[in-house]
């Protein structure tokens, strides 16, 4: 495309870096813990998700295919990720945090 990428810090993903250290340092349960932070990963995940959504579409819009697909195969890991962690939150962990057995 030549062009040089620049950038700055995205505020919100400071704002949510934050929010999980704040979220570290009150909480004390193990088991809470765990889920609380499988929760404040799926927030970044999210958040990832519907950027990487965006540039599919403007790729796609601006004609760029190939790097359409290579930005649809990277969402799709992310998708698979937030997958895996939610499946991990439904399962074993919830069950520990509410005092049920794993």
Known sequence: MNITPSGETCQAMKGLIKETKHFIEEVEDDEVMDVGLIAEIQRVQHYEISGYGSAVRFAKELGYR???????????????ADNTLEKLAETRLNKKAIGGNS
């Open 66 to 80: 190939q790097i359409a697909k290579t930005l649809q195969e990277t969402l799709n890991e992310e998708y698979d």
